[in-house]
């Protein structure tokens, strides 16, 4: 109530002040009046002899006669007791009526009084029927224009002029009409309010029946007079603040309320009879109805989602036939010091902020709007206590807020504040996400992941994540994989990530060669030494975001696979990454390992800082089992099957060959040994190349091609499996030979422990025998590949992947059978 403190000045055209429209028809008494028909309005009061306060108000505001002759009003009035308990207990100073100014006597009048006759019942609904939670009454945001000190002005930027200059300014909280709250009967029943929603709110116990304006109750209602209807309150009706107001003046929420008014601009309103500017206070906000995003032709540095300072504060939406105001209001929940204190600390919630800022003051502008944005509800009717249960932020997440967890309440004139003892972080910053966010030296990753639309998926907190953040200084060195598939050495590149002046990612491209800049403007990537294209840019920030993005079952599970030796995982993209148990992390295409220098726990799992970029491997499955002689019976069977492809469509290519039966996932490619296969042969379980090619007859051909494809299929596994990588045993996976019977895929059954994997194919299952195992030797096994398609028909054109198949490739010491081999003999135990 301090603002009414500043109440000094009042405008002096009021007169006509009181229409004398009426909406309620009157009988021509002539010389009859009904017993129960008062006089009018001032005889009533002053025959009631206990409202002599309220009729000296009358008189002094010069609405005497206006409140005899006949007309039609509403009046909410309050007895000499209710005032006698205002001068002893109001925080304004007023102890006597003698000492109240000129200016707050009509705010209270004018502020009660409603410029048509109207019963309780029907002040529940619009002049259409329609249920209305607030009403606007006969006062102007002109009859009482405060004259605000220098020191008490909002701390904000925008208002530091007027703080410096030292004078009071005349300044409005809004320039819009202030409302009256309405808990009648017929309301609450329309608006779903439960009694004890309002006790809760109010404070004050409520039984059936009852009626409030705000938390002052109606002791009588539908008191008739011949110029109108009387309703007495239980105390004077000082009306409260708004939202704005009430938070500044709390010191309870003092830090809170600093970040929030950094939003605060005075905006010039009018200038009054004397020539003296006029201003109101607007925040900067996103309401569709009321937005505010720029201040002096210079763009908002951050936007709450509404004004909390609008005074007729209407709902985001509505409808056009009842006005917005009517319907609902808004609603904060505003942390205390203490709350706000344990989030920002070493230990607390929020220690990302308390690391990258240190003090609540230098937390930057953008963040300081999207922490105080999320502690708003476009709603008070959908943030009532009996939905505490389900309400969301309005980014549509779980609030998780309870009774317990709110110390006050305010009704104010354009919302409900729940002063509250936690914090609700924005949930972008209680992710993972969190910490490219909040530290500035992450920028770039952070723009990243609304480029990329990454932010969308790291949001959920169904799912436990860890991400890999890669500060800006190590944004640069990422082999462009697309530029490495070009034909000349001049435009094979690397990659060096920056942030533009307009707030986008963009890349300078360097020759991997000799580290130059590349200018050239036949670049299909870019041009003038940058690559700015969006596409291009947004291929491949999603490609490092896939590569640094584990999804795991929790923490706790991931932490318990790395205790049991687990160093290779799959990530969201599918690529393989390696973390060993000193905490270097690589990609299969990283040259040396990188180091994890922060562990930050958010809510939906871990974030850590590393220094560069998960690389992924251009190496083919083709590149390796082509190059390797250990590998060379095998390849030749795949050679002459055709299953290495590039057939270039008119919009898609590959960089070399890829396997023409494997989509966009991980596998698993077991090769056997060269010996292995020979004997397999020499059994005659399988046909030789040479016996293929050298065969005249095309069916025989055929057939002895579908007896190798069939094998060789049966050697491709969905899911890549690693030496120290997930533990399994027994766990069947499906491999590219298809069982004709059945018309599903046969499966292997893979165990994976104590360093091994060791295999047991369809024809061996349930003997107890052992198929396969894989070979140990350096460079036959764990060897990661990804083949891609590029998105053009010509690949020295091509820019972006538009596909691409990750696979593990190991030895395995002999083959593998869906089923029981023919030939000389049946199958050996292993």
């Not at 000296?56 to 006698?84: H, P, Q, W």
């Not at 937390?363 to 944005?373: K, L, S, T």
Request: hydrophobic content about 35%; overall charge negative.
């Amino acid at each position: 109530m301090k603002f009414y403190k500043l109440l000094a000045l009042l405008s002096v055209g009021v007169a006509g002040a009181f229409p004398t429209a009426c909406t309620d028809k009157y009988e021509d008494m002539e010389n009859h009046m009904p017993s129960w028909l008062n006089s009018n309005i001032y005889d009533y009061l002053s025959g009631r002899g206990d409202c002599t306060y309220y009729i000296r108000l009358i008189d002094d505001c010069g609405y005497t006669d206006a409140m005899k002759v006949s007309g039609s009003n509403t009046l909410f009035f309050s007895n000499d007791a209710s005032f006698e308990r205002f001068f002893q207990t109001n925080e304004m100073g007023y102890r006597s009526y003698e000492d109240l100014p000129y200016s707050f006597k009509m705010m209270l009048l004018k502020l009660g009084t409603i410029p048509y006759s109207q019963l309780l019942e029907r002040l529940s609904l619009s002049d259409r029927g329609q249920v209305t939670f607030r009403r606007t009454t006969d006062f102007e945001v002109e009859d009482t224009i405060p004259v605000v000190d220098a020191e008490d002005l909002p701390d904000s930027k925008y208002f530091a002029p007027y703080r410096r200059a030292g004078k009071p300014i005349k300044l409005l909280s809004d320039a819009t009409k202030w409302t009256l709250v309405q808990f009648f009967p017929d309301v609450m029943s329309g608006k779903h309010i439960t009694d004890d929603d309002f006790s809760f709110v109010t404070g004050i116990p409520r039984e059936a029946d009852d009626a409030s304006l705000f938390a002052n109750k109606i002791i009588q209602k539908d008191i008739v007079c011949q110029n109108g209807y009387l309703h007495e309150l239980a105390d004077v009706l000082v009306p409260p603040e708004n939202m704005a107001a009430y938070i500044r003046g709390n010191e309870k929420v003092s830090r809170f309320s600093r970040l929030m008014d950094r939003f605060a601009c005075p905006v010039f309103y009018k200038r009054d009879a004397q020539g003296d500017s006029i201003f109101q206070t607007r925040y900067f906000n996103q309401s569709p109805a009321y937005s505010f995003t720029e201040y002096n032709g210079t763009n908002a540095p951050g936007l709450l989602y509404f004004d909390p300072g609008w005074n007729l504060y209407q709902p985001k939406g509505g409808n056009t036939s009842q006005p917005g105001y009517e319907t609902d209001m808004g609603c904060m929940f505003v942390p205390t010091n203490e709350a706000m204190d344990r989030f920002f600390s070493p230990s607390g919630e929020g220690s990302d902020f308390f690391e990258a800022f240190g003090s609540w003051d230098k937390v930057p502008d953008n963040i300081a709007a999207d922490f105080v944005a999320n502690h708003q509800k476009y709603s008070f009717l959908s943030s009532l206590p009996s939905r505490f249960g389900d309400i969301k932020d309005e980014a549509g997440y779980e609030m998780e807020v309870s009774k317990e967890n709110i110390v006050d309440k305010f009704v104010g004139r354009n919302g409900v504040v729940y002063v509250t003892d936690k914090v609700f972080t924005p949930l972008d910053y209680r992710t993972v996400m969190g910490p490219a966010k909040i530290d500035s030296l992450n920028s770039i990753f952070n723009q990243a992941m609304t480029d990329a639309q990454f932010v969308y998926y790291l949001r959920s907190l169904k799912s436990t994540y860890q991400f890999f953040v890669t500060p800006n200084e190590y944004m640069k060195d990422y082999v462009d994989p697309v530029a490495k598939s070009y034909a000349s050495e001049n435009y094979r590149c690397n990659l060096e990530f920056q942030l533009t002046p307009q707030n986008t990612v963009a890349a300078v491209p360097t020759r991997t060669s000799d580290g130059t800049v590349i200018t050239d403007n036949n670049f299909p990537l870019g041009y003038n030494g940058t690559i700015s294209s969006t596409s291009i840019l947004k291929n491949r920030l999603e490609d490092i975001l896939n590569c640094q993005t584990l999804v795991t079952e929790s923490n706790e599970a991931f932490e318990a696979a790395r205790a049991g030796g687990q160093e290779y995982f799959i990530t969201k993209g599918y690529a393989p990454v390696r973390i060993t148990q000193d905490n270097k992390i690589s990609g299969a295409g990283n040259e040396r390992p990188l180091t994890v220098s922060k562990i930050y726990n958010k809510e939906n799992g871990n974030t850590y800082l590393i220094d560069g970029i998960l690389q992924n491997t251009t190496t083919s499955i083709y590149d390796v089992l082509s190059s390797k002689d250990d590998f060379r019976e095998f390849y030749d069977m795949c050679a002459l099957l055709g299953i290495f492809v590039n057939n270039p469509t008119s919009s898609t290519v590959a960089p070399g060959r890829k396997v023409k039966f494997l989509n966009q996932y991980h596998y698993t490619v077991y090769v056997p040994t060269n010996e292995a296969i020979r004997e397999a042969q020499a059994k005659g379980w399988i046909p030789t190349v040479g016996q293929i090619e050298n065969e005249g007859d095309q069916s025989v051909r055929d057939s002895l091609e579908n007896v190798m494809e069939r094998f060789v299929r049966y050697h491709f596994q969905d899911n890549s499996v690693f030496i120290k990588g997930e533990k399994v045993e027994n766990k069947a996976y499906l491999t590219s030979t298809i069982n004709e019977a059945s018309n599903k895929f046969y499966p292997v059954y893979v165990t994976n422990k104590d360093g091994n994997i060791t295999l047991v194919d369809e024809a061996d299952y349930g003997t107890g025998r052992v198929s396969a195992r894989v070979v140990k030797t350096e460079g036959v096994y764990n060897l990661m590949t990804r083949d891609m398609t590029l998105n053009s028909g010509d690949k020295e054109k091509a820019t972006t992947i538009e596909a691409y198949t990750y696979a593990v490739i190991h030895q395995i010491d002999d083959v593998l059978w869906f089923e029981q081999p023919k030939g000389e003999n049946v199958k050996d135990q292993k």
